[in-house]
C-alpha cells in the first residue's frame, strides 16, 4: 500500500480536530478504514467525559453593565439630580441607593432595564449604590458604586410654611397661602412642583404676592364640607440665584360650614349667613370720614378674646385727636394687616345701626360680638358693600378681590 500526501485547508479548529483524529485511528488499526465511521460530516460530538474525542467550547456569555447618571465617586453632584440607574448584557433584580439618613426611594422598570430615584438627593450626603443583576444565563452579579451630593448653607436653601395647619378647619373663603423664608426667583420651577387638591374637586390657581409668598384659590369659595390636600414637594428643586428648596411640605385640612357675613355701609348692618341661611342681623358702625372702611371682600385672619388696640399701630400718634389705647377689646377678629377688626364695642352701641363712628373697625354690642366671634373661624368671609374705598389684594387675604382670570395671570405658568 502506498500513501501519498496532499494539502488540505480547514477553516475551522473544529474540523482540524475531528481529522486528526481519524488519521490517527487509522494509523494505528488499518483495517478500520475499510469500515463504517460515526465521525463524518454531521455527526454528533460527543459529550464531554465520555472519554471519546474533545470537550465542546462553552457558550460566550456577554458581562452586565452597570450604568449611573452620575460620576463614580462625584463629591459635587447636583441636588436636584434625579437618579438613573440601568444595565446592559443583564437585568437588574434591585437597586439600593444608601446614605446615614435612610434609603433613597425608586421605583424598577418593568422589564428589569432601569432604576429611576422617586426623590431628589439631600445636600452634603454621600450614598452608596447597590445594585444586583442578572446575566444571560442566569447567575447573578453585584455592582457597587458611591458618590456625595453637594453641600448646601442654609442660605442656599428655602424653606416653605404652609397655612392652613394640618388638622385645621377653616372657612370657604381661606386661601392656600406658601411662604418662603430666602426668595425665589425661579417661580415657575417651584410652582411646577407644587399643588393642591380636594374633595369634591374644584378648580384654581396659585397667584405670586411677591418673591417669599404664593397663595391658591379655588375659582369661587371653597365648597363647604370639602377636604383638601397641600403637596410643596420643592425639596432640592432650583428656585433660582443658585437656591434650592429645602423640605417637602403636605398638609391635609378641611372646610367647615359656608360662614358668609354681609355688611351694608349704608344701612349699618351686618347679616350672618351660615350655608345660605341667614341666622342673625347685627347692628354695626364702622369707618368715620377720614378712617372710611374698605369696601370689598375680606377673610378673618385671626381671632382674638381680648386684644390691646393701640392707634399707634396705624400711624395715629399721642398728640393726635384722635389717639386711642384700648387694653381690653373683646372678641376681635382680624380682616386687614392695615388694621380692620371686626370686635365688641360697647362704647358705641347708641351708634350702631345708624352711624359711623369708628377709626376702620367694624363694632357692634358684647353679646352680638361673643355671638359672632364663636360661630367664625379662620377663613370665614366678610363681603363689605357701601363705601367708595377698595379693598386690595394684599392687605390681608384679599384674594377674592380679583376676578378668576385676573388670578390666574399671577401664576408663573400662565
Known sequence: MS????????????ARRVLTG?????????????QGSDTGPGAVAPAAGSGTGSAAPAAAVDPVRIHLNVKRGATDVPVDRILEVSATGGSLDSVQVSSHAGDLPGTLSQDGSSWTAGARLEPGRRYVVTSVAHRSDGQQVTRKAHFRAQDLTLDQQTYASVAP????????????????????????????????????????????????????????????????????????VPAGAGIYGQEDRHVDFHIGDAHVYKVNLQTDELRAFSNGKLLRTIPVT???????????????????????????T?????????YYNLADVKYA???????????????????????????????????????????????????????????????GYGDWNESYSEWKQGSALA
Open 165 to 236: 395647619l394640618e388638622g385645621e378647619t377653616v372657612g370657604v373663603g381661606m386661601p392656600v397661602i406658601v411662604t418662603f423664608d430666602v426668595p425665589v426667583t425661579d417661580k415657575a420651577s417651584i410652582e411646577k412642583h407644587m399643588s393642591v387638591s380636594a374633595s369634591p374637586r374644584q378648580p384654581g390657581s396659585w397667584h405670586w404676592i411677591s418673591d417669599t409668598e404664593v397663595h391658591w384659590r379655588p375659582r369661587t369659595y371653597w365648597k363647604a364640607g370639602s377636604d383638601v390636600s397641600v403637596n410643596v414637594d420643592v425639596n432640592s
Open 286 to 312: 364702622a369707618g368715620k370720614d377720614g378712617f372710611t372702611t374698605r369696601s370689598g371682600t375680606k377673610v378673618i385672619i385671626e381671632k382674638f378674646k381680648s386684644k390691646r388696640m393701640d392707634s399707634e
Open 22 to 34: 481519524v488519521a490517527a485511528l487509522a494509523l494505528a488499526t488499518p483495517l478500520a478504514a475499510c
Open 333 to 395: 377678629m382680624r380682616l386687614t394687616y392695615s388694621g380692620e377688626f371686626l370686635h365688641a364695642a360697647p362704647w358705641s352701641v347708641a351708634s350702631q345701626g345708624y352711624d359711623n363712628v369708628s377709626h376702620g373697625c367694624t363694632g357692634m354690642s358684647t353679646e352680638n360680638a361673643k355671638w359672632l366671634f364663636d360661630l367664625s373661624r379662620r377663613g370665614d368671609v366678610v363681603e363689605y358693600t357701601g363705601t367708595d374705598r377698595p379693598m386690595t389684594l394684599t392687605n
Open 3 to 14: 500513501w501519498s500526501r496532499s494539502r488540505v485547508r480547514f477553516k475551522t479548529p473544529a
Open 314 to 322: 396705624i400711624g395715629i400718634g399721642k398728640n393726635s385727636p384722635e
